[in-house]
DNA sequence: GAGGTAATTGCAACTTCTTGCACAAATGAC
DNA sequence: GTCATTTGTGCAAGAAGTTGCAATTACCTC
């Protein structure tokens, strides 16, 4: 059974029904490597079917998000992307002044989970967290120490 | 001069202008005790200038978020809210399950920022956390040691 | 205080996502 | 395989937020 076979599996353990709509937007899921946002997923979808409709694809991330198959993350202005919880746990770095993306190992935010359990009794999801900031670049005392000042190479 | 009145300054020495609608918009951030909805601040607006269209009060947040006066924070299911960085530091812990919300002082995730300036040379704006899962509540090895098991006391 | 200029606003159209409802189809029983 | 049940889908309308544009107005200079 494929990756997202299993998925689908668990779906219909859990007593929702397993419809081609939902299996064609897992497996497109399960094949991206990266985040797809709805409006990719929608276009996808459509090649193979080109009746699906746009409010099924939010639909069916809803229930995968509900179920934590999947995970929403919002990296940024007008981008909302959807990814597989169990590819790899990973985090987002994204600065607010040029957008630019850097990749966060889950190490750093993991101790986080066991801390908050035992002082508050809360199980933290941290699947997937975008933190906003300003990198290297774009950080006043940056690299060239304020040469660059007040500059902008890029607007998020 | 009062808070929003100091905010107003800082916005205009930023070479933006002060108009009645950011002055007001300002004020009721400021003098709100929790977070506030667009809607809210828009309805709020109207009682004293009604012809204020809700696209300037989005424009207005928008720019005191660019600017790091006011934080966005999504606390669940339709529910984005804006309040004053300054009026103190603090974070949200949300049961994705009951929806309830605890808050979560800044001193947890603190240590966070000088890790990642450190490792990554990312300036992180840990203003304002959303993090989301499970309660005491609402976990199966919660409180009453799994006897709920399989109950909600609730949906988020 | 008057005038010029460019930022800001209100309006309306638009995009993105959600929801209600009637019909279609996945599942389980026979 | 057929039938009944109940979930899921497509469609269209709605809610939430954004954007283009012409008119207004805050701010600077005189």
Redesign the pocket.
């Known amino acids: 059974m494929t990756g997202h076979a299993t998925i689908a599996e668990s779906l ?1 353990e859990e007593g ?7 299996m064609m937007i897992l497996a497109i899921i399960y094949d991206s490597e990266g985040h797809l ?3 990719e997923i929608h276009q996808r979808v459509r090649q193979q ?1 080109p ?6 694809v ?3 991330l ?1 229930l995968l998000k509900k179920l934590r198959f999947i995970t929403e993350t919002d990296l940024g202005d ?1 981008c ?1 992307r959807y990814e597989l919880v169990d590819k790899g746990r990973h985090h987002h770095l994204i600065c607010r002044q040029c957008g630019a993306s850097f990749a966060l190992e889950h190490e750093l935010l993991a101790p986080l989970a066991p801390r908050l359990l035992e002082k508050y009794g809360f199980a933290a999801d941290l699947d997937h967290f975008a933190i906003f900031g300003l990198c290297q670049q774009c950080r006043p005392e940056g690299p060239a120490l304020a040469a660059k000042k007040g500059q902008q190479h890029g607007d998020a």
Chains 1, 2 share one sequence.
């Open positions: 219909r929702y029904r397993l419809t081609p709509q939902r946002s709805a409006e079917y009746f699906v409709d746009i409010s099924t939010y639909r069916t809803n007008e909302v």
